[in-house]
């Protein structure tokens, strides 16, 4: 009876033992995740000293002169480059339409007089004596079947244009979930279906050249690349009125009030600039 008694005051007094627990770090808080945190998609690198001085001294500039005259916003910005390549020039157009009536959707194409200064890569779906045509007009790929079939089962988009005859419409129209959000899927309005009675030939040639395409987009703007910075400024000038009088020539009938609403020039690397036109 005593010796349960000594057991049971031994079991009372008797220290808990202290497990020791290790301090685990979290990724979130570990050196080489902060180093990281930069470099994670989506979000751009720190931008040092010298270059948040470079882009503060850009944007005061742009924002002293305001809205200018298209000859002044192509010469700022070419005073305003601070790339090493070859930037493209965008023109952006913010239209008083409504994107959620389908009649009043902006959507064509235009020939810019100077081109665009790249490459275009053109494929043509077409068949029988069109197809001699379209590689002899300078078209990249041309076929019928065998292309859509490739697109289909490669997912390949290695181009920049689609033409279609319109007796291969029937087949194309299966492409409109892979064409379709890209922007690539032909149709009348945009000129990239071809009838019977137009010339294939002439129309390869015009966006090999520099034809672009344009359409609205959800909140009634347009946008357009018309050329690069190292082309002379008279030519983006020229560009950029083409591209300003089609959009105003494919005015709906349905529109009331201020149909352009403002006109901003911008570069790859440079911010817009409010233009009267």
């Not at 080489?32 to 720190?46: A, E, H, I, Y």
Request: charge should be positive; include cysteine.
């Amino acid at each position: 009876m005593a010796k349960s008694e000594k057991d049971t005051n031994n079991s009372e007094t008797a220290p808990t033992p202290v497990v020791e627990q290790k301090a685990v770090a979290t990724p979130a808080t570990t050196e080489s995740n902060v180093k990281r945190k930069g470099k994670q998609p989506g979000r751009p690198p720190r931008k040092g000293k010298k270059l948040k001085a470079q882009i503060a001294t850009i944007y005061s500039k742009v924002n002293k002169e305001g809205q200018v005259s298209l000859d002044k916003a192509v010469s700022l910005l070419k005073q305003v480059k601070r790339a090493k390549f070859d930037e493209s020039v965008e023109i952006h157009m913010s239209l008083g339409i409504d994107s959620a009536q389908s009649d009043q959707m902006i959507r064509g194409s235009v020939a810019l007089p100077h081109g665009v200064g790249k490459k275009v890569r053109v494929l043509v779906f077409c068949q029988g004596d069109n197809s001699a045509k379209a590689k002899a007009a300078g078209a990249d790929f041309v076929g019928d079947v065998d292309l859509i079939k490739k697109i289909q089962s490669e997912n390949w988009l290695d181009f920049d244009v689609v033409l279609a005859s319109q007796d291969m419409m029937g087949q194309v129209s299966r492409l409109g979930k892979v064409l379709g959000p890209r922007g690539l899927m032909p149709t009348p309005k945009a000129g990239t279906v071809i009838s019977s009675g137009q010339d294939i030939t002439a129309i390869i040639k015009e966006f090999k050249s520099g034809k672009v395409e344009y359409r609205s987009d959800k909140g009634g703007n347009v946008h357009a690349g018309i050329g690069k910075i190292s082309f002379d400024a008279d030519k983006i000038v020229s560009n950029a009125i083409a591209f300003v009088e089609q959009v105003r020539a494919s005015k709906p009938t349905g529109i009331r009030g201020n149909y352009i609403k403002s006109v901003t020039l911008s570069a790859t690397m440079c911010p817009g600039i409010p233009v009267t036109i």
